[in-house]
Structure formats: structure tokens, C-alpha cells
T-cell receptor
Framework: NAGVTQTPKFQVLKTGQSMTLQCAQDMNHEYMSWYRQDPGMGLRLIHYSVGAGITDQGEVPNGYNVSRSTTEDFPLRLLSAAPSQTSVYFC????????????FGPGTRLTVL | GQSLEQPSEVTAVEGAIVQINCTYQ??????LSWYQQHDGGAPTFLSYNGLDGLEETGRFSSFLSRSDSYGYLLLQELQMKDSASYFC?????????FGSGTQLTVLP
């Protein structure tokens, strides 16, 4: 099993550009989530999904969109990048009854100039 | 909303025991998780307390007191590889809310 995979590992954008961060898992987990982590801080939840076709907002959803068309994939879209979105982005997944035990991907380090 | 407090840094020597405390205020609480993160890598799950009391997993133990809105992670027989950031996280059924993390430094 590959677990949770994320692409790209690194990305530099200019202000106003859009892009999609990819996330996939092969553990047949119902629950998937996106977090951002800023220096010296914990992880903050952006969006999450409890199953294909179902998404919901977390703590910091503004400027981000998600969709969940399959169980395996949960892409995160930045609509119009801003310097405040410079961060490390982690995708995670878990069984729906075990949200307390999430498996994280390696992260995407995003810089917005 | 949720808020969690944990110390920003803890230092201990190899072989020692260290306790990392976490207090929380929450509007919905199912339990408290603990995660480890090395040098900005992927966080990894360590332990979960859904009920009051102590959970033991090898050298790591975690404790929860719902009445005190308090938990801790206990690391025994510290090793150099335990140097990392440790995060407590409140489970509110559909979401995890993380604390800001405690940087543990283990000295030889």
C-alpha cells in the first residue's frame, strides 16, 4: 500500500494564479481532510469529506475549493493564490468511525510570491 | 469553537521520563488524540483517549480527565529519536482540532 500520496511536493506560485493540489489514498478510507500548517503552529483544517460526493468546511476554508468524486481522490483547489496561502499543506485520511486516527501524506510546500 | 493549550517547548535527557500536558476548551468532545511530527514531516498518530484514564502503548502513555478538560502524553525511557513536535488534538466526531504543538528536545 502506498498510503496517502500528495503531489506536487513543492510549488511556487505568483499571486492570482490558480492550482490544484492532488491527494490520493489506497486504504479505502471514507474520511479525507486537508490541513495547512504555518511555522510554529498546529494543523488547521481547511475542508473535509466523509465520503464520495460529500464535502464540508473546516476552520479555514476561504480561498479553497474541494470535490470528492471518488473514494480515493480528494483534490484541493486554490482559486486565486495569495501570499497568505504560503504554507505546508497536508492531506489525511481515516475510517469514518476513527477520525481520531488519521493517516497523513508527506505534504506539499507552497510558496506564493 | 475549540481551543487547546500545550507548552511550546520541553527539554529532557536520554533515558528520562517527560510529560506533555494539554488543556482544552471545546463545544463538542469525543476524545483526545496525540500525534508526533519530525522536522515538518508527516504527522503520525500515537495514541487516543475516548474515555477517562490511562492508555499505554509501549514507551508512550496518554491520560485523559474529562472533568478537568485535561490530558497528557507520557514518554518513558526517552531516546534521541523522540526529539520531535507533539500535538494534542480534540476529536469532535467529524473534525480534529490541533494544538500548536510541543517541541521536545532530547539531550544526550
Amino acid at each position: 500500500n502506498a498510503g496517502v500520496t500528495q503531489t506536487p511536493k513543492f510549488q511556487v506560485l505568483k499571486t492570482g494564479q490558480s492550482m490544484t493540489l492532488q491527494c490520493a489514498q489506497d486504504m479505502n478510507h471514507e474520511y479525507m481532510s486537508w490541513y495547512r500548517q504555518d511555522p510554529g503552529m498546529g494543523l488547521r483544517l481547511i475542508h473535509y469529506s466523509v465520503g464520495a460526493g460529500i464535502t464540508d468546511q473546516g476552520e479555514v476554508p476561504n480561498g479553497y475549493n474541494v470535490s470528492r468524486s471518488t473514494t480515493e481522490d480528494f483534490p484541493l483547489r486554490l482559486l486565486s493564490a495569495a501570499p497568505s496561502q504560503t504554507s505546508v499543506y497536508f492531506c489525511a485520511s481515516s475510517y469514518s468511525g476513527r477520525v481520531y486516527e488519521q493517516f497523513f501524506g508527506p505534504g506539499t510546500r507552497l510558496t506564493v510570491l | 469553537g475549540q481551543s487547546l493549550e500545550q507548552p511550546s517547548e520541553v527539554t529532557a535527557v536520554e533515558g528520562a521520563i517527560v510529560q506533555i500536558n494539554c488543556t482544552y476548551q471545546t463545544s463538542g468532545f469525543y476524545g483526545l488524540s496525540w500525534y508526533q511530527q519530525h522536522d515538518g514531516g508527516a504527522p503520525t498518530f500515537l495514541s487516543y483517549n475516548g474515555l477517562d484514564g490511562l492508555e499505554e502503548t509501549g514507551r508512550f502513555s496518554s491520560f485523559l480527565s474529562r472533568s478537568d478538560s485535561y490530558g497528557y502524553l507520557l514518554l518513558q525511557e526517552l531516546q534521541m529519536k523522540d526529539s520531535a513536535s507533539y500535538f494534542c488534538a480534540v476529536n469532535s466526531a467529524r473534525q480534529l482540532t490541533f494544538g500548536s504543538g510541543t517541541q521536545l528536545t532530547v539531550l544526550p
